[in-house]
């Protein structure tokens, strides 16, 4: 049974990261239901096909994670009468979605789950009893055949539907007022619970599924390598459970909802991403619509070795704005009274701007000075520079605010400007507060050449031109980061890591400012390889720790036997 969960798995994580092509809401997804948190379409026929054309087969892939490990002929076994003799049917869309719902105020549910299409439901079931436990007993339902794994687990099917299930639930302690304490509620057994939820699924309305969601169908317009869809509808139902009710607050959160896709192209991956809000949150929105992020506060920053930036621009009025639309403005100013402060204090005394800055990151050996043990000497921990810059808005409200850290020990009031308090120069942070900005480095002395503005940072042009212009952006540089860690430490990923400082480039991103209803997203994932596919790249990757995550397992293996006779009961092999 293991082999047969494990062998979706493998499918399901593959075809997450290597999706396929749709043109409209797939059939399938009648079986979803439309409080989904998240559903991601894919078709590992698709990406067969797609891999083919760059040489690539899954028999291949399948030699190269089995590569050398005679004790995996069982596994692979396995996941090839998966994929070619269970019946089911890849050229269909897969689909994984995630549901989450409270049960009263104790309760909280998770439920994940797979689709895939059957061509043969008499294939599937003697696969599973193939695979199966011999005391594993298919439970035969009105709408479905099912096999139950572990209480909270469900491989169920129909006639042309195949759907693994997970299901979860959380119970949170209660207190006890007689006896003064806190009692943990007992595990209950799932296995109910389990059915009746993948029952539901297989038996809604269409009207109750996801297909009737606005711009779920539409999503699929776009030709796309890969499919994501999220709503904030589907928190609607915790909100409702929730102890304190906020006015409002349902209106704003009801009916939003993002469709992202993804593409492989030569030496990218591109994930874009459009996020349609409601009425009311469009308003309040456009009505406080925040200019574009300040470049000139990365001028200054003094290092060559520039590896992460992010960079955000809004209106604080916003925060008011919401709060007025919630309805709470008083009570909070009402609970920040007694602190000498109002609610537009806090966000009125900076002025909107952010710009973090990390660079030079290494790995590097202890201080021989300062080792304890030869332990700590070989030990290696990572170091980098770190700045954070953001401008002063309203002086008197900002002042207001440093003075009250300063009562709480974060800083320290010089008379002319705030510094790090004791506890923040414990963790190793420089904290700088001026009538201009706040500032926090990981050191004086970058904060220093920092300010002084000698020495100006050194990012490529396009990098530049890409992150400006946007309410939001970013950019990291995997390539440099990589490059730090070292090969040959413990030998169990040195396969992974140095095909990964082979692969990546960097990563850049941005989200714009509300456009009508509708707020544009995007991330760029560059490889260094300009030409090949990335897919293509990638896979090569995925194998490679696939490779190592096996030999890892098989080592850890053969240790525990050899340092655990086979004879030994197993409850103490095993604990």
Not at 507 to 527: F, P
């Amino acid at each position: 049974m293991n082999r047969i969960i494990n062998g979706l798995a493998i499918l399901g994580i593959i075809t997450l990261v290597l999706s396929s092509c749709s043109s409209k809401a797939p059939k399938e997804a009648r079986l979803i239901p439309k409080n989904a948190v998240a559903v991601a379409s894919v078709n590992i026929f698709a990406l067969k096909e797609k891999l083919e054309k760059n040489g690539i087969t899954i028999d291949t892939l399948l030699d190269k994670i089995f590569e050398k490990d005679s004790s995996g002929k069982v596994d692979r076994k396995a996941i090839e009468e998966l994929r070619t003799e269970a019946g089911i049917n890849w050229k269909k869309d897969c689909h994984f979605f995630t549901v989450n719902k409270n049960e009263g105020i104790n309760n909280t549910v998770t439920v994940v789950a797979g689709i895939a299409g059957l061509s043969n439901n008499a294939k599937f079931e003697a696969y599973i009893k193939k695979y199966s436990k011999p005391e594993t007993k298919i439970i035969k339902e009105k709408n479905f055949d099912a096999i139950i794994v572990e209480g909270n687990k469900i491989v169920a099917w129909d006639k042309e539907y195949l759907m693994l299930m997970f299901y979860q639930e959380v119970s949170k302690p209660t207190w006890d007022s007689t006896n003064m304490r806190f009692t943990i509620p007992n595990k209950t057994d799932l296995t109910a619970k389990t059915i009746s939820t993948a029952n539901s699924f297989f038996t809604q309305k269409e009207e109750e599924s996801i297909i009737g969601v606005k711009g779920f169908g539409e999503m699929f317009k776009t030709k796309a390598d890969g499919y994501l869809f999220t709503s904030t509808s589907s928190y609607l139902n915790a909100l409702s459970g929730a102890p304190i009710q906020i006015p409002k607050l349902e209106e704003l959160a009801k009916d939003n909802y993002s469709a992202s896709t993804l593409s492989f192209d030569a030496g990218k991956i591109n994930i874009t991403s459009t996020t349609y809000t409601n009425p009311v949150l469009t308003g309040l929105l456009k009505k406080y619509a925040g200019p574009t992020v300040n470049l000139s506060l990365l001028e200054n920053y003094p290092s060559q070795n520039i590896q992460g930036i992010f960079l955000a621009s809004f209106n604080p009025e916003i925060f008011g704005g919401l709060l007025q639309q919630l309805e709470v403005e008083g009570l909070v100013n009402s609970f920040l009274e007694r602190s000498g402060i109002s609610s537009k204090d806090l966000y009125g005394s900076l002025k909107g701007d952010i710009a973090v800055i990390f660079s030079d990151f290494a790995i590097q050996a202890n201080d021989p000075m300062q080792r304890s043990t030869e332990k700590t000497l070989l030990a290696k921990k990572p170091v980098a520079n770190m700045l954070m810059n953001m401008p002063v808005g309203n002086k008197e409200s900002f002042k207001k605010l440093m003075l009250k850290a300063t009562e709480l020990g974060y800083v320290k009031n010089t008379g002319k400007f705030f510094t790090s308090g004791e506890l923040l120069q414990a963790i190793g942070l420089y904290v700088m507060g001026t009538d201009e900005h706040l500032i926090i480095a990981s050191d004086s002395l970058l904060y220093n050449a920092y300010t002084k503005g000698s020495t100006k940072i050194q990012i490529a042009n396009d990098v530049k031109t890409h992150l400006g212009g946007k309410a939001v952006s970013f950019y990291v540089n995997m390539e440099s980061i990589l490059k730090s860690f070292p090969v040959g430490n413990d030998g169990n990923y040195d396969k992974s890591l140095s095909t990964a400082k082979a692969i990546f480039k960097d990563i850049r991103g941005y989200t714009n400012n509300i456009k009508d209803n509708a707020i544009e997203s995007s991330i760029e994932w560059r490889l260094q390889n300009e030409k090949q596919n990335s897919l293509v790249t990638l896979v090569s990757l995925f194998t490679n720790i696939a490779v190592d995550m096996r030999a890892v397992a098989k080592r850890e293996k053969e240790f525990e036997e050899k340092m655990i006779p086979a004879g030994v009961p197993g409850v103490i092999r095993t604990n």
